[in-house]
């Protein structure tokens, strides 16, 4: 059974930067492709971003070239470096592997980007 900690989240203004980290268990990380999901008020949970066991990386139209997602295999952490923040990036963001497997989900960490 996967386990994931996402944090990191918080109040930001718009313009700024945050860096999520997610700690994972109860998979072969090294092995598992990985990804960043943000759910906002009112929305479907979406990918953002995810990550191949090589670290091959793909990103939504939406945050390409402001987010940056990686990893650390000996952590079994992945990161989501962002940064130019807006107010629709506020979401709750969550890790998980790619595609989802189950309804496992961590509890996720909050971004709100606002003035």
């Known amino acids: 059974q996967v386990q994931l900690v996402e944090s990191g989240g918080g109040l930001v203004q718009p313009g700024g930067s945050l860096r999520l980290s997610c700690a994972a268990s109860?998979?072969?990380?090294?092995?598992?492709?990985m990804g960043w999901y943000r759910q906002a008020p009112g929305k479907q949970r979406e990918l953002v971003a995810r990550i191949s066991p090589y670290g091959i990386t793909m990103y939504a139209d939406s945050v390409k070239g402001r987010f940056t997602i990686s990893r650390d295999n000996a952590k079994t952490t992945v990161y989501l470096q962002m940064i130019s923040l807006k107010p629709e990036d506020t979401a709750v963001y969550y890790c998980?592997?790619?595609?989802?497997?189950?309804?496992?989900w961590g509890q996720g960490t909050q971004v709100t980007v606002s003035s």
């Open positions: 998980n592997v790619f595609p989802v497997v189950g309804g496992d």
């Open positions: 109860g998979i072969i990380f090294s092995l598992s492709a």
